[in-house]
């Protein structure tokens, strides 16, 4: 609740301090004494637009200080947490000021804030309603806030929201898949293609440098062919190296038997030479006869080495990493039919995350439209003594199209009403006139005290153009939603002023050869003599007394 408002050359006002009660505050006085400027002071301190006009003739700035009491709620233990402010002794204390210069500055807990920050933490803790700023009515997202408070429909909300949040998530990913296989889908003729050479060629890791090697043997093969035709005809020719061998066998085995002894070893040495002269001679013959035995086979050679070398250039890496390639692609082709079953399945899921969410989006919607007749009927039986006998009151409901669903369900929810039968329905704010307009928002504020969360609210002349019952039936109502949050109300109506446990007084003086706007707390014999006034006028009379008594006793 707001505790104390403190103002200093603001417009009229010089220095005011003033403290503030839980309940019902009145603030009175004559026509032009400067009601309005505590409004707007407050509406300042709470984020409303300044200028330079606002700051008192002669002064360098104004400044006005709001210190509320908490409960802290969520949304507001939020807002602190996002300006790491501290509270002090549980409190809230708001400072603004605007210079001669017109520029603005704004203190939460003393810590510097933007005016955008002020502005929503002044939305946790008062409203400001006056006959022609009726913002809950005119804004029908706030129709719906209303609605589910006095319905009290939080586990439900909280399950839509939940499931709404679900079928988002896999919506998600359905779409992100989607552009990724769309990407991935371009390419697939591609891969295909790239696949196909590489199955056709098959390379192996090693395979260059074996096929390079052969190829430099083929490229040579005459010159050798000459070179290894010429050792095997020194080694297997007549005269040879063979046949000089076999010569020196023949001859040491005549003189065997003579010179056993020392011919024996030379004789082992002639045939080990014999033997390995023939092994020689046979690979000779072997090899003249591979380099015979395929012509083509250069070419053959040729065209795999030059593919293999072509297919790594194609695919930018060296030759020997054609089979890492190779996998490479065969998993992205796999991914992407893989793909394909994945978002079969992600459809699927959220196909069914869909049709959990209108499942209960439905059922969130039956249950509103349930508490909306109780709301309208509440209403309604508010607006009869409220000198709106002849108005009605209703909720409306409109399936929004599925692009426009959000978590909060899947309805747009507003109010219309109308102020005499046979007349169409229609927007509060366009049907009716600046006090009616108050007094239907007075009547939805008594059916919703109870729900509402913010703690203090203000209203502005409610009472305007009605006397009377009316007024009494006013002040009733909004005695009543003081019982369940802080109520400052300005009223010209003396049956609203008798109904308050604060009672402050707005004067307009000279003082210095300046106007300036005063405030005080009336006390009891001052309240009866205000409420004497508001009833009879300048000259106050005995009965007007006996009257505001009458009333204050009421």
């Not at 707007?40 to 006005?64: C, E, P, Q, Y």
């Not at 399936?399 to 309805?411: A, K, Q, R, V």
Request: aromatic content about 4%; charged content about 25%; overall charge negative.
């Amino acid at each position: 609740m707001l505790v104390s408002l403190s103002i200093s050359n603001f417009l009229l006002i010089d220095t005011l301090s003033l403290s503030f009660e839980q309940g019902l505050t009145t603030l009175t006085g004559e026509t032009g004494a400067g009601k309005s400027i505590l409004l707007d002071s407050l509406s300042l301190a709470l984020g409303a637009r300044g200028s330079a006009t606002l700051v008192r003739n002669g002064a360098d700035k104004a400044t006005i200080s709001a210190v509320f009491d908490l409960p802290l709620t969520d949304r507001l233990s939020a807002l602190f947490e996002e300006q790491d402010l501290e509270l002090h002794d549980d409190q809230i204390i708001i400072r603004r000021s605007i210079g001669a210069d017109g520029k603005s500055r704004a203190f939460v807990n003393d810590q510097a804030v933007s005016i955008s920050f002020l502005k929503n933490i002044g939305q946790e803790l008062l409203e400001i309603h006056g006959q022609f700023d009726q913002h809950l009515l005119l804004e029908t997202a706030n129709h719906r806030l209303m609605l589910d408070a006095f319905a009290e429909l939080d586990e439900i909300r909280a399950d839509v929201r939940q499931t709404y949040q679900n079928w988002k998530e896999f919506q998600q990913k359905r779409e992100n898949l989607e552009a990724s296989l769309q990407s991935t889908q371009n390419q697939e003729d591609y891969l295909r293609h790239a696949l196909a050479e590489f199955e056709a060629l098959s390379p192996q890791e090693g395979e260059e440098a074996e096929l390079a090697e052969k190829r430099t043997l083929l490229m040579n093969v005459e010159k050798l062919g000459q070179s290894l035709s010429t050792a095997l005809h020194a080694l297997d020719a007549d005269g040879g190296a063979a046949s000089t061998l076999a010569t020196a066998q023949r001859e040491l085995e005549s003189c065997l038997s003579l010179i056993q002894e020392k011919a024996g070893p030379i004789t082992d040495l002639l045939n080990q030479m014999a033997a390995e002269c023939g092994e020689a001679i046979s690979s000779l013959q072997g090899i003249l006869e591979e380099l015979e035995a395929d012509p083509s086979e250069l070419t053959r050679m040729e065209d795999r080495l030059y593919a293999i070398r072509d297919l790594a250039r194609k695919h930018k890496v060296e030759a020997d990493e054609l089979p890492q390639k190779w996998q490479s692609l065969k998993e992205q082709l796999n991914n992407m039919e893989s793909g394909e079953h994945n978002l079969d399945e992600l459809r699927r899921q959220e196909q069914t995350a869909r049709e959990n969410f209108t499942v209960r989006a439905t059922t969130l919607s039956e249950r509103r439209k349930t508490k909306a007749l109780k709301l309208d009927e509440a209403v309604k039986g508010e607006l009869e003594p409220l000198k709106l006998e002849k108005a009605d009151f209703v909720t409306r409901f409109e399936l929004l199209p599925e692009d426009s669903w959000t978590e909060e369900g899947i309805d747009k929810i507003y109010f219309e009403a109308r102020t005499n039968p046979g007349m169409p329905y229609g927007p509060i704010p366009k049907i009716a006139s600046g006090g009616e307009l108050s007094r239907f928002m007075l009547a939805l504020k008594v059916v919703l005290a109870q729900t509402d969360p913010i703690p203090s609210m203000v209203f502005d002349e409610v009472d305007s153009g009605v006397g009377g019952a009316t007024a009494d039936a006013v002040g009733e109502r909004l005695f009543r939603l003081s019982k369940d949050c802080q109520v400052l109300v300005v009223t010209h109506s003396p049956q609203v002023a008798a109904r308050a446990s604060q009672h402050f007084l707005v004067e307009k003086t000279d003082q210095n050869n300046q106007t300036v706007t005063t405030v005080r707390l009336l006390q009891n014999t001052e309240k009866q003599e205000e409420i004497a006034r508001m009833l009879s006028g300048a000259q106050i009379t005995d009965q007007a007394r006996e009257a505001a008594l009458s009333l204050m006793a009421g």
